[in-house]
């Protein structure tokens, strides 16, 4: 038998609280949704596990432990059966010491208490479900938003309808993974999706899911469902967008996060309904800490952009700042022990780390996983950063530059898929 709960709980900031995301410290004084964090519990009976998504751009590793903590105390799930991701909203609440932001300390207690909560309501509510999973495709709502130039080089956002654009550096991910449960034989009791795309869409002066509020809107429309739990956790999506640099137009605003949720949301659906639905499943959890150095300054990336996202005067005045920030940071902790967290929830493999995941890696752990399905889930559990490819680290771009949200030594990816791929081999057999 299987049991699953769901629960969802408001992690809005206060008004006025600043929104990480950006080179400038930005406080958004409106709420344009409101931001969540949706928890799914699954039982059978050896073992539970508990995933849950969370509105914010990052998730701290203090977060994630403290809510670990409360979580384990309260339900006896254990730590390591716990997955926190990170949506990557950019329209969310004060959680990083990075370029202009800072993080709030009351609202880092907050989202303990917020995720924590959700997790023991959805223990709570725990009883007698059936799981589908399966895989959509959508190839049309996101782009590569790095790209090779007629120099050699490798930029990211070169700007719309450059000339010397030769081509994408890089990969998409179009699958949409889709985790659902419904009473027996009855009605749909919540959704949980993993998609690799920024969310950078919505913008404005409000706090907002972005995407993600609007993929939970379509969903209970369909369902007719206004409250039903719609969780989201983040793919590959260090180097992928909704802007597409190779034609014009601008895909910025509610408008747009409306024709994205449509499209996402739709396949989610279409997915749902195809679904086979099993009353038992394997689950199984491990976790594995991989230790790497933070890079020294005979590390840095060898190119500096000259155009595209993260170059010019004011940008190269942030970097000279973060750089110093990192180098305080490297003194006191010289090595991150970066988590890999691996889940089997029947023949679905999950797998995690705390970086903003470059594409290609994501889709090499997929194509080598024992699993014939596979999400990998970046932003999960802590927040290390980018991660780019070897290549990509050496071909100059925004992503690579040193900084305090891209820090860690050139051989972090393929350290990061080699253990995501012995995480999912451990919970496979």
């Known amino acids: 038998m299987l049991y699953v709960g769901f629960a969802e709980t408001d992690v809005t900031p206060k008004l006025g609280s600043q929104s990480p995301g950006g080179f400038a410290a930005r406080r958004l004084h409106e709420v344009h949704d409101p931001l969540k964090a949706v928890a799914m519990v699954v039982r059978n009976d050896s073992t539970t596990l508990a995933m849950v998504g969370v509105d914010v751009v990052f998730m701290p590793d203090a977060v994630a432990a403290r809510a670990r903590e409360i979580i384990e105390r309260n339900t006896k799930i254990p730590a390591q ?21 800072a993080s709030d300390p009351a609202y880092l207690d907050l989202l303990v208490e917020r995720i924590a909560g959700a997790v023991e309501q959805a223990f709570h509510s725990l009883h007698s479900a059936e799981i589908g999973e399966g895989f959509g495709y959508e ?7 790095r790209f090779l130039m007629r120099d050699g080089r490798q930029v990211t956002h070169p700007g719309k309808g450059n000339p010397d654009i030769v081509q994408p550096a890089g ?17 749909i009791l919540g959704v949980f999706v993993n998609f690799a795309c920024h969310l950078t869409i919505v913008g404005g002066e409000g706090f907002t899911a972005d995407y993600a509020a609007n993929l939970r809107s ?56 195809r679904m086979t639905w099993r009353k038992e499943a394997v689950l199984k959890a491990t976790r594995f800490i991989v230790p790497i150095p933070i890079r020294g300054p005979d590390e840095e990336p060898p190119e500096i952009p000259t155009i595209g ?15 110093e920030a990192l180098a305080g940071e490297r003194a006191q902790r010289p090595v991150v022990p970066c988590e890999v967290q691996a889940m089997r929830v029947g023949d679905l493999g999950i797998v995690t780390n705390g970086a ?13 996983s024992p699993f014939a399905r596979t999400w990998v889930v970046s932003l999960a559990n802590q927040w290390i950063g980018y991660v780019a490819t070897p290549t990509a680290y050496y071909s100059g771009g925004y992503e690579p530059r040193t900084a305090r ?8 990816g393929p350290a990061l898929v080699a253990a995501g791929l012995g995480a999912l081999k451990a919970v496979r057999h």
């Not at 985790?179 to 009855?186: D, E, H, V």
């Not at 996202?309 to 750089?323: F, H, I, K, Q, T």
């Not at 903003?356 to 080598?368: N, P, R, S, V, Y």
């Open 356 to 368: 903003e995941f470059f594409c290609q890696l994501g889709l090499d752990i997929k194509a080598a």
């Open 139 to 145: 190839p049309s709502i996101s782009f590569n938003r």
């Open 218 to 273: 379509v969903v209970r429309a369909h369902y007719q469902m206004p409250h039903l739990p719609v969780g989201f956790l983040l793919g590959a999506a260090g180097d992928v967008t909704q802007v597409d640099n190779r034609r014009p137009g601008r895909e910025f605003g509610a408008e747009w996060a409306d024709i994205f949720g449509l499209a996402l949301g739709s396949e989610v659906i279409q997915t749902i309904g």
């Open 81 to 101: 059966n716990v997955l926190m991701g990170a949506s990557h909203t950019h329209g969310g609440g004060p959680v990083a010491d990075c370029f202009g932001s």
């Open 405 to 412: 949200s891209a820090k860690m030594a050139p051989r972090a």
């Open 171 to 187: 990969p998409i991910d179009p699958d949409v993974g889709v985790l659902a449960a419904r009473a027996p034989g009855g009605p």
């Open 309 to 323: 996202l993260g170059s010019g005067p004011a940008a190269d005045a942030v970097y000279a700042r973060e750089r």
